[in-house]
């Protein structure tokens, strides 16, 4: 097996020591699309399965040599962008990817954590609206994240709407905090509403879902799927982490993203 039977997906997050968010969450997803995980650490955090209680961003100088090291030694097929840490790191990794324009961008604009703390303020929603938006393949708000980046819609579709005006090519606003009976996916592209994907709602919530759902995107496209398909496929395999998870702190449950591994064994 060469080098370019494995596609490599350069991941840009914070590291959360529970293991159910952040960086290794990322690693786990990618790897189970299939793919070798680059990971750029972006921030430190303190954090429980309950909430995150701080955080310390990375220096941008050191995301500029993490990244660059591993991208002028390995092809990269696909980006992703996690928790950024300050709006820095959001400049550092704009001058990153506008020197790679013809690798796809996952963004996971990770604004709150799941507990309620803040993880990004007005100024660096800013900068990641102007800097990282216009270059993302795909976006992957919750409708929350969705309102905060949007804050001009007064619907969902006009959030999706203002997201693709910002130059996302495709956004998929999950629904997990509305109150539906699903689940209910929407997909915008192309100045319109593209698709929405109901799936059954699972009786807890989860600490790592969106990273999930992003990073499985982001090794799908690496594969060389199409968006569509692979914002599908994405989905599936997230909602089986979700519906296989497990509570092993005293928090959210936590996505078992290895799943398959103990079905195949089984």
């Known amino acids: 097996m060469t080098q370019h039977d494995i596609p490599v997906v350069m991941t840009f997050a914070g590291n959360d020591p529970t293991g159910g968010a952040g960086i290794q969450a990322d690693i786990e997803a990618i790897a ?16 429980d399965t309950r909430n995150v209680i701080r955080f310390e961003p990375v220096s941008s100088l050191l995301i500029i040599e993490q990244a660059r090291a591993v991208l002028e030694d390995m092809p990269i097929a696909c980006f992703k962008l996690g928790m950024l840490g300050s709006v820095e790191n959001v400049e550092a990794i704009h001058t990153i990817l506008t020197d790679y324009p013809d690798i796809p961008v996952v963004t ?15 100024e660096l929603i800013d900068a990641m609206t102007e800097l ?48 539906t009976a699903t689940v209910d996916n929407t997909l915008y592209g192309n100045m319109r509403k593209l698709e929405t994907f109901s799936w059954e709602r699972l009786p807890y919530s989860y600490h790592g879902s969106g990273c999930t759902l992003a ?30 998870g497990y509570r092993i702190g005293m928090g959210q449950h936590l996505p078992n993203r290895l799943f398959w591994a103990r079905a195949e064994e089984e």
């Open 32 to 47: 189970s699309m299939g793919c070798q995980a680059a990971p750029v650490i972006t921030a430190l955090t303190v954090q």
């Open 108 to 122: 996971d604009p990770i604004l709150r954590a799941g507990g309620g703390s803040e993880l990004a303020d007005e």
């Open 132 to 179: 990282l938006l216009p270059l993302t393949t795909v976006l992957t708000p919750n409708s929350q994240e969705a309102r905060r980046l949007a804050p001009e819609a007064d619907t969902l579709d006009a959030c999706g709407q203002e997201l693709l005006s910002a130059g996302c090519e495709l956004v998929l606003i999950t629904g997990t905090h509305e109150n």
């Open 215 to 244: 990073s499985s995107i982001a090794g799908l496209l690496g594969q060389g799927l199409e968006p569509f398909t692979a914002i599908h496929e994405a989905q599936e395999y997230t909602w089986e982490a979700l519906k296989n």
